[in-house]
């Protein structure tokens, strides 16, 4: 059975910093994939970004380049997001999901909510 | 980026009817669409892919269609259960796009 565990998540003031870890078990980690997908209170889904297999390649949303970035460690099976120079609006459960073959969100962690306040 | 457009927002309907919901994107992306499910409190999930293939255990009441530009996803006789946010997602695009979703209530 898949399994995507989110952690880390918590309340942060802006401008301050959070790493998520997202575990993967179930699947053999390194031949997917994988993404992380926010929801805003009350709002619909925003797709963040998303890491190839083997880390070479990373795609980002406009609205956080250069200030998140994603990671993995696939001996650790897990998936990181590094989040610097937090605003209000990064305010959101953030989920991890693996893709599947033609890249769609085949399987979500049940996410972990980061909060961006004073 | 690719924008998502979906309507209508949110419909409400009664057990058995027919449910349609229409996701426009504003450039082609060759059926490289996904519909999710999403109740309150939960983790989305995939119900079609590809436009309109299947999930694995999904109910065959949900069926998917559309190319190009213009997708659609049909729920043929709407249960209790089916009340949820449904979003349309293209990954045409390494950069994925979500639809602003589509709230389906029960009456």
């Known amino acids: 059975e898949v399994q995507l565990m989110e952690s880390g998540g918590g309340l942060v003031q802006p401008g301050g910093s959070l790493r998520l870890s997202c575990a993967a078990s179930?699947?053999?980690?390194?031949?997917?994939?994988m993404n992380w997908v926010r929801q805003a209170p009350g709002k619909g889904l925003e797709w963040v970004a998303n890491i190839k297999q083997d880390g070479s390649e990373k795609n980002y949303v406009d609205s956080v380049k250069g200030r998140l970035t994603i990671s993995r460690d696939n001996a650790k099976n897990s998936l990181y997001l590094q989040m610097n120079s937090l605003r209000a609006e990064d305010t959101a459960v953030y989920y991890c999901a693996r893709a599947g073959a033609k890249l769609e969100l085949r399987d979500w962690g049940q996410g972990t909510l980061v909060t961006v306040s004073s | 980026d690719i924008q998502m457009t979906q309507s209508p927002s949110s419909l409400s309907a009664s057990v058995g009817d027919r449910v349609t919901i229409t996701c426009r994107a504003n450039?082609?992306?060759?059926?490289?669409l996904a519909w999710y499910q999403q109740k309150p409190g939960k983790a989305p999930k995939l119900l079609l892919f590809a436009a309109s293939r299947l999930e694995s255990g999904v109910p065959s009441r949900f069926s998917g269609s559309g190319s190009g530009t213009d997708y659609t996803l049909t729920i043929s006789s709407l249960q209790p259960e089916d009340s949820a946010t449904y979003y349309c997602q293209q990954y045409y695009n390494i950069v994925q796009t979500f639809g602003q979703g589509t709230k389906v209530e029960i009456k």
């Open positions: 450039q082609g992306i060759s059926n490289s």
């Open positions: 179930g699947f053999t980690f390194n031949t997917y994939w």
